[in-house]
């Protein structure tokens, strides 16, 4: 673009310099509109660059929206097809489930634990407001507004909570 200009200006300046030579003002108006409309063609030029750029930006914003999960849904799918085939076993004991059921959940955590996100289980921890939600205040033998029990264990995405742990914490006496 800066090129454009700076060759504008030179294309301008020798106009200028020719046309002083030339002795009609006729040749001197001709050349000047020449010159006006290579400017404005340089601009609409520019213009429709930047309008190009825009577009392109926003196209790349929409896909990155709408494929950001692909690698975290193309992980979850393994652990998807440990449950149906759990769902899908004829004749099983609780045993055999249970075995199933802990596999599909170390998958899962291995999916987790791939993408960041972190468990919350505050047990024993001071309260944090940030990251625990009090369903309830119990007499306990802890410190006061130490997390007695956890109801539902809370997540985080990269140290961001996405829900927190709901828990009960200790009274103060």
Do not use: C
Request: charged residues 30%.
């Amino acid at each position: 673009m800066q090129e454009n200009e700076n060759h504008q200006e030179q294309s301008l300046d020798q106009t200028t310099s020719e046309s002083t030579e030339s002795t009609t003002p006729e040749v001197r108006i001709t050349e000047l509109e020449t010159a006006l409309e290579e400017a404005k063609a340089a601009v609409l030029y520019t213009r429709a660059e930047a309008e190009n750029i825009r577009r392109r930006s926003l196209e790349d914003v929409d896909k990155a929206r709408k494929f950001a999960l692909e690698k975290f849904s193309g992980e979850l799918l393994a652990v998807k097809d440990s449950l149906d085939a759990a769902l899908n076993v004829g004749v099983a004991d609780v045993d055999s489930y249970k075995n199933g059921v802990e596999l599909t959940s170390k998958q899962l955590s291995s999916v987790f634990e791939k993408f960041n996100i972190a468990e919350i289980n505050p047990a024993g921890e001071k309260f944090d407001p940030n990251k625990h939600q009090a369903i309830g205040m119990v007499d306990s033998d802890q410190e006061p507004n130490t997390v007695v029990s956890v109801l539902q264990k809370g997540y985080a995405l990269n140290e961001r909570v996405l829900r927190p742990a709901l828990v009960m914490v200790a009274k103060a006496k």
